[in-house]
């Protein structure tokens, strides 16, 4: 089919999959017809059909978007950070500012992940990339391990489910309650409250937290870069 458009092909493409996200956040995928999508992007049905093979490719690309974005921003979110500590809180900043910029994107990722079976035509890639950017994450849960800046006590999926849930909470929140913040300091008390646990730390170890280099003590039997604290062995009997 040829080409009769008067905007670049990017463009095109780009109009139809705003159109498109904003029909689907606001009646779902069933309710939202190829007519809507094309006459809210003004563009033709021929349009549509020279980018997208049905809705349904079109829905799957916004779930793709959603997906990769998040994996695209925490790659390098974590690249901007040395010790794993410092990585983490670079990731959720980077997924809360993605967030942010891409609420209706969020709310068709979140929705489509806990649609009902075949309500959505995106859950099998949704899975899919979800599981792989929940490999990330996992991955630096390993490093930190191998580092020793984490427990090995705890598998790495116990780790990841641990930080990850809480980001994904947090933005599911914001999505419900407008005032939930999304920022920085959220970030890097996510991180704390993670690595640190909720115990009340001894004095010595206010401010920073984990985020310190050097190891300290805390009430749960734990340093705070992850290592049990071990008690002096008695000596034994002559």
Do not use: W
Not at 17 to 34: C, D, I, N, P, W
Not at 74 to 85: C, L, Q, T
Not at 117 to 127: K, N, V
Not at 176 to 199: E, K, M, S, W, Y
């Amino acid at each position: 089919m040829g080409k009769s458009l008067n905007h670049s092909d990017s463009t095109t493409r780009q109009q139809l999959l705003q159109a498109a996200l904003k029909s689907f956040a606001e009646r779902g995928y069933a309710a939202t017809s190829v007519q809507e999508i094309v006459d809210a992007a003004r563009v033709s049905k021929p349009a549509l059909y020279y980018y997208f093979a049905d809705k349904a490719d079109l829905f799957q690309a916004l779930v793709d978007e959603a997906h990769d974005g998040r994996y695209q921003v925490m790659k390098n979110a974590a690249a901007r950070g040395v010790s794993v500590a410092e990585k983490l809180e670079e990731i959720v900043a980077a997924i809360f500012e993605f967030s942010l910029k891409n609420r209706e994107l969020m709310r068709l990722a979140f929705a489509t992940a806990f649609a009902a079976s075949g309500e959505a035509p995106g859950q099998c890639r949704c899975r899919e990339k979800g599981k792989r950017n929940f490999e990330f994450v996992r991955s630096l849960m390993e490093q930190g391990q191998k580092s020793g800046e984490l427990d090995r006590g705890f598998n790495p999926d116990e780790l990841t489910m641990g930080l990850y849930g809480q980001l994904n909470s947090y933005v599911m929140i914001r999505l419900l309650v407008p005032d939930c913040p999304l920022n920085r300091h959220t970030a890097r008390q996510i991180v704390r409250l993670f690595l640190n646990g909720a115990a009340k730390p001894n004095d010595a170890d206010r401010p920073g937290g984990a985020l310190k280099k050097s190891p300290q003590k805390s009430r749960n039997g734990f340093s705070l870069n992850g290592h049990r604290n071990q008690a002096p062995r008695p000596a034994r009997p002559q």
